[in-house]
């Protein structure tokens, strides 16, 4: 996240609140709105210094809301700032009418993942499949097929460098892109490596502290326990405090077994459950009178999400007993409520862009899909790729047609081209053979090898020429 603390020179428990509060802004970045409800139910329940006014609230300046109209001023203000052509971008709070707007129904895209059929190393492969070359999809499939239950890679590297008859950098080239996806450290040969991908993306490693994260995390997974942090003070040459510290910051943000994480928004389905239609987490639509975009980050709860006023005077004359119990659930709700803002700002944020980006695609269809990375968006935002992937996973957009996508579709460098060669194949009088549909192709603009047709040809599910000229000869 582009959270910066500067200008000042930081306390250890500073830089200590600091990393938190990017620990727990990542984690609810990855969050899709079914998931961030459960999220905020479960602190509701568990910490009474958390409170939620029922009503219907701006999730920005937290005004109460009539009707199912958007906030009055947070909207118009949006509406003010962007230009003619910009999109009009804003947190929306949720109402009885939420769903297609302009009287469209709902649709699913065809590409949209069903739950009998989304599991990991399809989740993994959905995410990164935009930024891999031709060649590099085959590494990664056979990398994604050899994680075990727990993410793990159960393959060495090495063999699989052999395998494919490639320099070993190529295949950790491909492998370092699969551990930075969602579940961080997924595909990683030891938990001690996925705990140091996690640490990599959540701590800068210009920060001191970083250095003893990942000596501890070096250390050994035995040490960081309660009865070892005696050892782990003096592997490090750091007080007990400071040991129990890290140790807590690991148990809490790192997981050593990434599969086990909670990552996409279906993998808790069953194979037997029914497939429904969710809410999206963003609407897009537009204005009626001169075409301009309406994005709508929706907020998923009925309420105001706040610390409990009760709570926070009570804390001030609490029980000696009790005080520091009180005073960290406190500090816990504070946190949560502006991780909750910050995540809400980056969303909103890496829509404004995407919208510009992809205005021709939203209003005009998959023909008109621009190639745009991860990597772009984080250095026109100024954060970490790994903050944009979070903040697209397992995310849905409805777009002005109704039809609802996956926000990671607005990554599909490919889209445009295998729109084309569906459209050619469609038109074809007689099968079209693979040279030839590259060749089409790159009449209209689209420059790309035989071998590539033939991977979008597959994954369009389309039959080679030979197979359609004997299908249309049976008709």
Known sequence: M????????????????????????????????????QKIESALAENPALELVDGRFCPKCHRQLKGSSPCPVCSFKESQIAGEDEPIVFLNSPSDNIGPRSGQSAELSEDFPTADKEDLPTYVLRQIGADLAADEMEIAAHLLTAINDDGLLEAKLEDIAQFFFRPISDIEAVADLIQRSDPLGVGSESSQAALLVQLEVLMKSDDEDYSLYRQAVMGGMEKLGKRRQGDLAKKLNISIEKAKEITQYIIDNLNPFPARAYWGSKRNLTNDAPTTLQKPDIIIGHQQDDQRLVVEVMWPLFGLLRVNPLFKEAVKNAPEAKADDWQIDLEQANLLIKCLAQRNHTIVRLMQIITILQREYILNGDAHMKPITRAKLAIELGVHESTISRAVAGKSVQLPSGKIVLLSQFFDRSLHVRTALKTLIAQETKPLSDTKIAKLLAKEGHEIARRTVAKYRNMEGILPAHMRKTLLAKV
């Open 2 to 37: 582009a959270v910066q603390y500067q200008g000042y020179k930081q306390t250890g428990s500073q830089k200590a609140q600091a990393t938190a509060h990017l620990a727990q802004t990542m984690s609810l970045l990855a969050l899709n709105s079914q998931e961030l409800t």
